[in-house]
């Protein structure tokens, strides 16, 4: 008989392999989404003294003075870029480290709510299912700081209503807040969590759960009052983040026809999930084995807790009318949680049955998959994963332009933001239309 070390082997070389093979394109490749690009290039800055914590500085012509997010995931990645040095691969060394502790976390919730880590595989590989988490793992996403904090103020939590302590409700407060100070708002849906935690908890008062969200929501008002005495430059910097950003591009800067696009967007990541989610169910249903495993607790209850808590991570971006796929980055991990927590029954009963010639086979497949994955990611080494053209082009103007110059272009091509990201991270150059200069730049491919 295997024992579940073994029984899990399998899926864990199952995991790594794909997520290789998933981000191959653009793990060990040049170019990148241009968000990506603009916040390296700002880390970077800031790094090399170049703009500060409270004042970050893009380019001499667009954006000298950065605040269009809050700092702290630039000001985090600008420590790596002091830990390293100014290299084209700090930021995906950054992206996919942020990546790898948001892992970590859903691994360690995992282990709180099914007392079980050898299967938090299973969550881990329906969070690998959703197309925008590899994308968003190597293209250096805000969102991909700020989930690391969600996911860790979700943990602490669910350990300080299993110890019984209010400490961890006020370290989880002290979490949130940096979620807001790495991307804003959307960090903070965690709030409701307490309420679902104590409407799905049997052995709670309903009634302490929105109290328990009052006192995050007054501890984090009170860690925001003590941070602007200690800082004052906090206070004018978030005030003009949320003047520029959330008042004047949240409402008015449409990147959608419809309040309805993220919902649409969620449901395309959700896809590969649900159908696997519906399928464990339907044979756990028609299954004979074990049915009061299925009963309210322990799956349904965390399954709707993580649901709901997923579904507050994603709908209120419906009240603005900019809205982009990533935005819901840090609430997808709560979906995955969510589909475990259903499926885990089902698969445990197929896992217990399995045969030592099937077990064999699973892993040797695994490992076929895993070195796939590797082979991939070498063979791809000092190629360009997007933008390549472009790329190429401007490292050719780049030989020939001192860094700290102010290079022209034409007003129509002014808005190419691509070029102002990559003009600043490879050469520390900035683009502008307004006057003459001795340097000039056109691509028209």
Not at 196 to 204: I, T
Request: proline letters at 4%.
């Amino acid at each position: 008989m295997h024992t579940i070390r073994s029984i899990n082997t399998p899926f864990w070389l199952l995991l790594i392999g794909l997520f290789l093979i998933l981000v191959s394109k653009s793990l060990l490749t040049e170019g990148m989404f241009v968000d990506g690009v603009t916040y390296a290039s700002v880390s970077r800055n800031m790094a090399e003294g170049q703009g500060a914590f409270w004042n970050p500085h893009y380019t001499q012509t667009l954006y000298p003075e950065f605040r269009q997010h809050p700092p702290l995931a630039l000001g985090m990645e600008a420590l790596a870029f002091m830990a390293f040095g100014d290299h084209w691969w700090v930021e995906k060394v950054y992206s996919v480290l942020m990546f790898l502790l948001s892992g970590l976390f859903i691994a360690l919730i995992w282990k709180r709510t099914t007392n079980n880590l050898r299967w938090a595989w299973l969550p881990l590989l329906l969070w690998l299912a959703m197309p925008l988490v590899t994308w968003s793992a190597t293209n250096n996403l805000l969102e991909n700081t700020m989930s690391v904090f969600v996911l860790l103020s979700v943990y602490l939590i669910i350990l300080g209503y299993q110890r019984n302590h209010k400490i961890w409700l006020f370290l989880s407060a002290v979490t949130l807040l940096l979620a807001f100070l790495s991307k804003g708002f959307t960090g903070l849906f965690p709030l409701v969590f307490p309420i679902l935690y104590c409407a799905f908890d049997q052995k709670r008062k309903w009634i302490q759960g929105p109290i328990d969200s009052l006192l995050l929501l007054v501890s984090i008002a009170v860690f925001a009052g003590i941070m602007f005495l200690v800082s004052p430059g906090s206070f004018a910097y978030l005030k003009d983040y949320i003047r520029l950003q959330v008042i004047g591009g949240g409402l008015h800067e449409a990147t959608t026809s419809s309040r309805f696009y993220i919902v649409f967007a969620l449901l395309q990541q959700l896809v590969i999930p649900c159908v696997l989610a519906l399928v464990l169910v339907i044979c756990k249903t028609k299954s004979k084995v074990n049915r009061k495993i299925f009963e309210f607790p322990p799956d349904k209850a965390w399954f709707y807790s993580f649901l709901i808590l997923g579904l507050f991570g994603v709908l209120p971006i419906m009240v603005s009318v900019k809205q982009r796929d990533f935005y819901m980055s840090a609430a997808l991990p709560f979906f995955a949680l969510a589909f475990g927590h259903i499926t885990l029954s089902m698969i445990e009963i197929l896992m217990n049955n399995e045969t030592p010639k099937l077990h064999i086979g699973m892993t040797l497949g695994a490992c076929a998959i895993l070195l796939v994955g590797i082979v991939l990611n070498v063979a791809r080494i000092g190629t360009y994963g997007r933008d390549e053209a472009l790329l190429k082009e401007i490292k050719k103007s780049l030989v020939e332009i001192p860094e700290n110059e102010v290079v022209g272009i034409s007003t129509e091509d002014f808005s190419q933001w691509s070029w102002h990201a990559y003009f600043m991270r490879y050469g520390k150059v900035s683009l502008d239309d307004k006057q003459s200069h001795g340097y000039n730049f056109s691509y028209h491919p």
